[in-house]
């Protein structure tokens, strides 16, 4: 079975394991988010019996690696411009963290100033 690490801490979970990477063509921005996070790490797992949601530290069925991010796959479908949940910050390419909000994901950077 996959699991956290046993001090608790996601496996590359946490700051550095996502970056982003702004673009500009013309009037358009986006960002493109990349995943450093080893196999297995939290934001890999996946439940096989397609449960919606599940606390990585105690589910009922067995997580597996899902083979990419979903926190990057998520942001993918959603944008990185509209899933930023920080406050003001300019652009920056660079270390970010993803945030779980009960439905959705947001993201802010690591070394932003709450």
């Known amino acids: ?59 009922e069925h067995e997580l597996e690696d899902y083979g990419s991010c979903v926190f990057v796959e998520w942001v993918d479908q959603d944008g990185a411009q509209f899933t930023y949940g920080g406050a003001f910050h300019p652009l920056v390419n660079g270390a970010i963290e993803p945030k779980w909000n009960g439905d959705h994901y947001t993201w802010n950077y690591v070394d932003a100033q709450s």
């Open 1 to 59: 079975m996959l699991s956290p690490s046993s001090d608790g801490q996601a496996l590359l979970r946490g700051p550095r394991a996502h970056s982003i990477a702004w673009t500009i063509a013309g009037d358009t921005i986006s960002g493109v988010v990349t995943c450093h996070a080893i196999e297995g790490a939290d934001c890999r797992l996946n439940c096989p019996e397609g449960c919606e949601s599940w606390d990585i530290t105690d589910h």
